[in-house]
């Protein structure tokens, strides 16, 4: 019997240098496994569309994926907009079937490569008198920006840091500038701003514009940018491990603190709320309003 197949499922980006970095990282990963049939796609945004890659596999001889979400946190689209079209797929192909496994983060493996990134523009300067901005999307999801501050204190830990502040490039607070003011008010000398994100992007392009635009306002201040995530070893050892979880069911998905299980202060109404992913124009037979597992409503994108 063959083994499932890999499907790596991104959102989408409306810059090409980040889509391209996405589909060379399946690229990479597929040589690197050439016992695993391995694909990628996209929801929306970028080629190739998720619809694409699944019915070019699917002329292959492939019938069984684990679909393993390139995502950092639990937000909207690994709860609602990627089952969805994954059970769109589903019914596209009848006889196939699809296992989905939990988004990346948090995990050690990140955490190593967020302190390498650190490291290359400290360039050998003082960690105890380097105050770190990790710096995520946003999200309207409390659980999914709760999870960012989680790895914000996770990298704190035990790695000399004056300190490790959280902001986010959209859609909750605190801002990049907001967040930058803060470490400034809580005496940090140098502040290295650290973009939460796999790839490049219109959102990571976004923090380094509000960060340089903030330092220089600031007489003085020492605001240093550090990278991506970006395809390293441990992305691509944490995404087989993610892989191996879903073949075996071994999914273990945080809903303590999930919107639509726990009544959270603020957000009362989307217990038990019929899910509704957005719609995704890049796929004509996603007719808006269907949805399946967890989700959120409709809103616009900057990627």
Same mark, same amino acid.
């Given at each position: ?13 409306? +810059? ?18 050439? &016992? ?9 945004l ?31 689209h690994? *709860?609602? +907009? ?6 769109? &797929?589903? &019914?596209r192909?009848?006889?196939?079937? @699809? ?10 493996? %990140? ?17 105890? $008198? ?19 501050? *989680?790895?914000?204190?996770? %990298?704190? &830990? ?8 959280t ?9 990049v ?13 140098r502040?290295?701003? %650290?973009? @939460?994100f796999?790839?490049?992007?219109v ?20 605001v ?7 395809? $390293? ?8 491990e993610? @892989? ?15 919107? @639509? ?7 009362e ?12 124009? +890049? +796929? ?13 409503g ?6």
């Open positions: 019997m063959n083994p499932r197949a890999l499907l790596l499922v991104g959102h989408g980006t409306r +810059d090409e240098a980040g889509a391209a970095a996405f589909r060379s990282f399946v690229a990479q990963l597929g040589a690197a496994q050439p &016992e695993l049939a391995v694909g990628g796609g996209f929801i929306e970028s080629p190739p569309p998720l619809a694409d890659t699944v019915r070019d596999m699917v002329a292959a001889g492939v019938r069984d994926f684990a679909a393993v979400p390139l995502v950092l946190v639990s937000a909207g690994a *709860k609602g +907009d990627i089952p969805a079209a994954l059970a769109r &797929e589903e &019914e192909h009848p006889g196939t079937s @699809y296992a989905y496994g939990r988004p990346l983060g948090p995990h050690p493996n %990140l955490l190593t490569v967020l302190e390498r990134r650190v490291d290359e523009v400290l360039g050998g300067a003082d960690r105890a $008198e380097t105050t770190v901005l990790l710096v995520g999307r946003g999200s309207t999801d409390p659980d999914a920006n709760a999870e960012v501050v *989680k790895v914000a204190r996770l %990298l704190w &830990e035990g790695r000399g840091y004056a300190g490790v502040e902001a986010f490039v959209s859609l909750a607070e605190p801002s500038p907001a967040g930058l003011e803060r470490c400034r008010l809580l005496g940090a000398r502040i290295v701003v %650290l973009p @939460y796999l790839f490049t992007g959102l990571p392009d976004r923090v380094r514009e509000q960060a340089a635009a903030w330092a220089a306002a600031h007489d003085g201040a020492d240093r940018c550090a990278e991506v995530i970006g395809p $390293e070893p441990e992305l691509a050892e944490l995404v087989m993610r @892989y191996r979880e879903t073949v075996g069911g071994d999914l273990r998905m945080n809903c303590d603190t999930c919107v @639509y299980r726990i009544a959270l202060p603020g957000f109404d989307r217990v038990g709320r019929p899910q509704q992913p957005h719609h995704h124009p +890049d +796929d004509p037979a996603h007719e808006h309003g269907h949805g399946h597992g967890h989700g959120h409709s809103h616009a994108h900057s990627h």
